[in-house]
């Protein structure tokens, strides 16, 4: 599959693409009345129209709303609309299009109706909030419909390999080793791109696993190039979609969401053709079914799935789905990040969206543990970047653990998910098991004034058998706790990570590993 290539032929430039096919903008000149510039207004279904001089020079604008606040104040005292348009115009807020920008465009609409593109002084172009909102919607369904075929392409892949130590074995047969670790993956599951999962999918090893699904496999390869090449121009910001390409999505989705799924075990989902909504005390639209999918938990073990039609989900919640879950896979991705998402309800019941089929309009969900754990470092995390702002970018969880740079290549803080604890540790692994013998060593000879500052106790792991290092401290606890259980826990991850790093940041960069 070809990748798009940088040049600088193919810079996207954000203000032509919202300009492209458009005359120089209609506009007054200063000695035409109110009455003139309101008809161009209501025949050309505009709210504010640029106003130059005799000779095209921009001299500032007038809109609805400056015209409407004038009459206010006039009080019928004179004829408005017989006035020339400067005693309505205002000044305008302008950029030259030498120097106009996306993020420049944004940021002067954020507190202004309409930007004028100017160049030697003359309007070229106007731009508004309207034409901002459908940039950026053009752009987003691109996205959307290539985030739709990549959840698709993951369910397969996660159903042929349902743990993430087959998955990883799968990244590692197919893209290679890591150079640091041959036993390591080059990219472990979670950070694969498209293109890596159409590499893992079309694997000669595995195709015949996934082929009763996604043949002929030539249409198939075919059929992901050119959502692979959008993606790449999307995610790069070269440009918007044009017809052919989002046409090329289109199939390409529509295609994918038309082929079988991946079967489970016998008994290991269960249809449910009729729902008892359970008595709902959790606020929000989605509240009744996050306590619906708790009440399942009693009789559906964990890794166990469910069926359920969005009928029926939409009379536990009393309301219809927005069109959206019906139309984009994307809707139904369990997204733990943002936290106003509609996923979070059915995350926090301890479910997972395994599955969603559009067409028969059922979802899939699958009871796990990890869910919670994922769902709870996630928002440790977020905690800790509130109280400490800039100590680190991460956002993702992984299942049971999550971790951040200490600021030296080799050395991260995480919190991890045990037996019965939560652990919050330094973790040392440089590629090099001498390396991070040394770098042990070298903090461990610091032993008592490293547990002195942070005032706990601390358990030196050497991790021989292994080729990494950690240090660490424990806490009785797991995501299944109750409310105000999982509030300590939380309250504990938090203290104990800041003194981690207090500690331990300095002094990792003042180490002598050479």
């Not at 106009?100 to 172009?125: D, M, Q």
Request: glycine share 4%; hydrophobic share 40%; aromatic share 10%.
């Amino acid at each position: 599959m070809t990748e798009i290539i940088d040049s600088t032929e193919d810079i996207f430039d954000p203000i032509k693409d919202l300009l492209l096919n458009r005359k120089d903008p209609t506009h007054v000149t200063h000695q035409e009345t109110v009455r003139d510039a309101l008809v161009k207004m209501v025949d050309k279904d505009f709210s504010q129209l640029p106003v130059v001089d005799n000779e095209g020079f921009l001299t500032g604008i007038i809109s609805e709303q400056t015209i409407s606040r004038q009459y206010f104040h006039l009080n019928n005292a004179v004829s408005l609309l017989d006035l020339t348009v400067d005693h309505c115009q205002e000044d305008a807020v302008t950029l030259e299009r030498e120097d106009a920008g996306l993020f420049e465009i944004l940021e002067l609409l954020k507190n202004n109706y309409a930007v004028i593109i100017t160049s030697s002084r003359r309007p070229v172009g106007i731009i508004t909030d309207y034409d901002t909102t459908h940039f950026f919607r053009d752009w987003s369904e691109g996205l959307i419909r290539i985030q739709n075929i990549e959840l698709t392409l993951r369910q397969y892949i996660e159903n042929i390999f349902p743990d993430g130590e087959s998955r990883n074995a799968a990244s590692l047969r197919v893209l290679g080793a890591d150079r640091k670790d041959p036993t390591q993956p080059l990219k472990r599951y979670n950070e694969l791109s498209f293109r890596d999962h159409i590499q893992i999918l079309t694997y000669e090893h595995y195709w015949e696993r996934f082929e009763p699904y996604l043949k002929p496999k030539l249409l198939f390869i075919n059929l992901m190039e050119p959502v692979n090449l959008a993606r790449n121009q999307l995610a790069h910001f070269r440009g918007r979609l044009d017809a052919i390409q989002l046409d090329a999505l289109i199939r390409a989705e529509q295609w994918i969401a038309s082929r079988k799924r991946v079967l489970q075990k016998p008994g290991q989902t269960q249809i449910i053709r009729e729902v008892v909504p359970a008595y709902s005390t959790t606020p929000g639209k989605y509240g009744p079914l996050q306590d619906w999918l708790s009440s399942q938990s009693t009789f559906v073990a964990l890794g166990n799935e469910i069926q359920v039609s969005f009928h029926e989900l939409e009379s536990i919640i009393e309301s219809p789905f927005p069109d959206t879950a019906r139309k984009h896979r994307a809707w139904w991705a369990n997204d733990y990040t943002s936290p106003h998402r509609h996923s979070l309800f059915w995350l926090r019941a301890g479910w997972k969206v395994e599955n969603v089929d559009l067409t028969a309009e059922t979802v899939t969900f699958k009871r796990s543990d990890a869910v919670l754990q994922q769902l709870f470092l996630v928002e440790i995390i977020q905690e800790l970047k509130k109280i400490r702002p800039g100590i680190t970018r991460t956002t993702k969880a992984q299942s049971g653990w999550i971790d951040f740079g200490a600021g030296r290549s080799g050395f991260l803080f995480a919190w991890v998910f045990g037996k019965g604890n939560l652990r919050t540790e330094l973790y040392i692994d440089s590629g090099d098991k001498k390396a991070n013998e040394k770098a042990f060593d070298l903090l461990y000879q610091q032993k008592n004034q490293i547990e002195s500052e942070i005032d706990l106790e601390l358990d030196w792991q050497p991790l021989k058998s292994k080729r990494a290092s950690r240090i660490c401290v424990e806490h009785p606890g797991n995501a299944n706790m109750s409310e105000t259980e999982l509030k300590v826990l939380q309250e504990w991850a938090i203290e104990t990570m800041l003194k981690f790093v207090d500690a331990f940041q300095y002094r990792i960069k003042e180490l002598d590993l050479d």
